[in-house]
């Protein structure tokens, strides 16, 4: 479950004075998650998943349907932004190539 480490995540930033960012992908709420693991599970996972929302300082929506669906939830009490994943395919394929003997950047 992708929401469990946000909470050692906070407590850390939390004892080193840190801002608690994070990138989130979606919104699955409690329909889905009893679907997806059965009543008495599911209600836990969307206990965790509820609570995590609640986790950082700021949170990175990947599309606006996700950012809506948080500030469902959230309100406004964690500003979100949307930052879309996306791969310049026009950029990548322009970049020219490095010699065999040159180092490449990764990010």
Do not use: C
């Not at 909470?7 to 709420?29: A, E, S």
């Not at 997806?36 to 929506?61: F, N, S």
Request: charged share 20%; aromatic share 8%; hydrophobic share 45%.
């Amino acid at each position: 479950m992708p929401h469990l480490p946000l909470f050692t995540l906070r407590l850390l930033t939390k004892l080193r004075r840190r801002p608690l960012v994070v990138n989130w992908y979606g919104v699955w709420g409690s329909e889905h998650w009893v679907n997806y693991l059965g009543r008495l599970a599911g209600t836990v996972a969307w206990w965790v998943e509820r609570r995590a929302m609640h986790l950082p300082d700021q949170i990175l929506a990947v599309s606006t349907g996700t950012a809506d669906r948080l500030r469902a939830y959230v309100g406004d009490s964690v500003p979100s932004s949307v930052v879309q994943d996306a791969i310049d395919l026009d950029r990548i394929g322009s970049a020219s190539s490095a010699a065999p003997d040159e180092a490449a950047e990764l990010l």
